[in-house]
Each structure stands twice: as C-alpha cells, then as structure tokens.
C-alpha cells in the first residue's frame, strides 16, 4: 500500500519528526506480539515515527518490528523515555533501551517525567538529587555521544519548564503533554512555541472517550471522515505533533490521514474544553485518587493548574 503523506516538523536540534507517530503504550506492560503487530502495520502503511518507553516494556517488540520491515533504520523517526528509576544512571538507561531497540541511536530521548523514583517507587522531592536539572544535565552530554539526536522532556509545565531552561545548555527539543479538545494546553502550547520547543501531544484522539460528541461529529460529517481523523487533523493543523495507539488496521490507516480544518471548525475545537464539563484529562494521573498528586508531587510542584477533582475549571485554560 502507498505511503500516505504525512507533515513533518523540523526540530531545534535540526532533526525532522513526521507529524503522525505511533504510540506503543498498550495500556498493559509486556504485549509483545501485539505491539511487534501493530508497529509492523504502522510501518506498511506509512508510518515513520514511533513512539515508545523504558516504562511500556516493548522496546524489544518495536526494535523486532523494525527489523522484520523492510525499511532502513534511518527512514524512521524512533522515540523513547528516560524512566522516572533511573534518573540517577541516565547512560546506562540509554545503553539498555538501545540494546532492546537493536539500533545504536534513538532520534528522541525524552525524560519521561520530571520526578526520580526510588526503586520501591517513593519519589524525591523536587530540592532531592538527582532534580530534573541533574538529569537533563546528564541528558545533554548523550546528544555529544551522538546516542540521542535530539532529547527533549514529557509531562513538564510552564513552570517546570521555566525553571529547566534556566539551567540548560540545550533547549529541550520537544515537550510530549496530554493535549486534545479537553485539554488543549492552548497556554502551555505557545510558551513551548516562544521558546522553540515542538509540543507532542499524547492522548490525542481522548482515549476515544468523547469523540462522539456532536461538534466533533458534525465536522467529521462534514468532510466525511471520522471524529478521531478529526481530532488529529485539528491536533496538526494547530502545530502539534500526535502519537495515537491503535491496534486495529483500520483505525492506523485513518490516523495517519490528516486533513485541513476551516478557521471555524479549528475555533470550535479550540474552545471545545469551555463547553459544560468537558475541561478534563482523560488520563488517570490528574485525579484525586492520587490524592491531587501524581507520582509523588502535588501539582503545584508540576505546575499543573488543576482544581480539585481533576477537572479543571473552565476558566484555567483560557484560548490565548
Ligand atoms: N509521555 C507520557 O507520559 C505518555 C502518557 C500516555 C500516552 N503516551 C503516548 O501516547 C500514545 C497514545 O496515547 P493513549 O493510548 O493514551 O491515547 P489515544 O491514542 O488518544 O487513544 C487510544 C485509544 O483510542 C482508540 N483509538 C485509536 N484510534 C482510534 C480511531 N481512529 N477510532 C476510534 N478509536 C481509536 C484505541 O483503541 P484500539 O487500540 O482498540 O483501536 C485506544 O483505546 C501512547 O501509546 C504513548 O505512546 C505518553
């Protein structure tokens, strides 16, 4: 099957990211056959990034997929995660996602959160070495080694991020976020774009969870395709880059078909979040049963502006 033609974004670091990836977060640690699968159709129907962690337990299932395609190493834009054990030993951490990979370089490196975890999952406290300065720290000497062509960061805010670009020699090249209609991220979205970092949306077609909903679905009708084409289309036309996870064929080949918005239709999306109850995450880790934290820091410490319940108020993600 022919390659669909797929955006792509030039990165600080001078790298290019196809705007569309696959995400391999299967909701479930170790799926082996299912992940080498999906990232094997990915690849058939033109997919040339993906995007991967230490944490989702399928790098050796993505390296084997990559392998058993017949598409070179350079072709493919690959994308993995720093995991919060092992911010104190990041070399080592790379050395290992490599060997699991089977390539001798990734093109993303990203920290995968900013806290450190202790081995029995306690997290330091953001003052508690290694901070996420001592690991980025460690990051950017990987970029000299030439085992990481870019690095970046994932789940930082405004405020996280502030403080990170005070201290850093290299500007992140990308910040990987939850963002789609519910969260759009409008105001953390143009600090990165201020600041040339590229923003990745993860989460992008809400985990299915409200792409029924009748302003996204009247838009879809209206270029007669479907709402998760159209909660993609709108997460690229606003210069995101998108990871959705789908194992069904179908649904990879939809993905991967972006389509141009009216200013209207990208209006509506944007302000979708301000519609009655629909300003929320639709991930698990904004939410109280964590007591309003989230791997050990309240979200103050992560910056994140989210009112008590885990529903953000209307107000907190104003359209800028
Ligand atoms: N950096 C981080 O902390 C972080 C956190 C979360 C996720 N991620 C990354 O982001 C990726 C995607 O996030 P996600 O899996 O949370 O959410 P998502 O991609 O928004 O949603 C995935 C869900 O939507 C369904 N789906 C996908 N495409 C569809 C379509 N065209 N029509 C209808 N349903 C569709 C999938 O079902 P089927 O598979 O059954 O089709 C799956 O249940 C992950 O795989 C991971 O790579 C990163």
Known sequence: MAANRIPSYVLN???TMPAVGIGCWMGR???GEHVVQMVKNALLL????IDTASNYGDEESVGQAIRQSSIMRSEIFITTKLASEDHGR?????NKSLEKLGTNYVDLFLMHWPQALLENGDALQPDENPTYIDTWKDMEQLVKSGKARSIGVSNFSVKTLTHLLSHADIVPAVNQVEAHPCLPQHGLLKFCQNNGIHLTAYSPVGKNKFASHEVVMSIAQHHDVTAAQVLLSWGV???TSVIPKTETAQ???????IIGLTSLEMRDLDVFHQLPGMHHSVCGFHSLLHGGSCFGWTYDQLGWN????GIAKENEDPLI
């Not at 033109?46 to 990034?49: E, P, S």
């Not at 649904?251 to 078909?257: A, F, K, W, Y």
């Not at 989210?306 to 319940?309: A, D, E, R, V």
Request: a neutral charge.
């Open 237 to 239: 036309q606003r210069g």
């Open 13 to 15: 670091s001078g790298s």
């Open 306 to 309: 989210m009112s008590s319940g």
């Open 46 to 49: 033109g997919y040339r990034h």
């Open 90 to 94: 990041v070399s080592d951490a790379l």
């Open 29 to 31: 640690s170790g799926d």
């Open 251 to 257: 649904r990879l080949s939809e993905n991967i078909s």
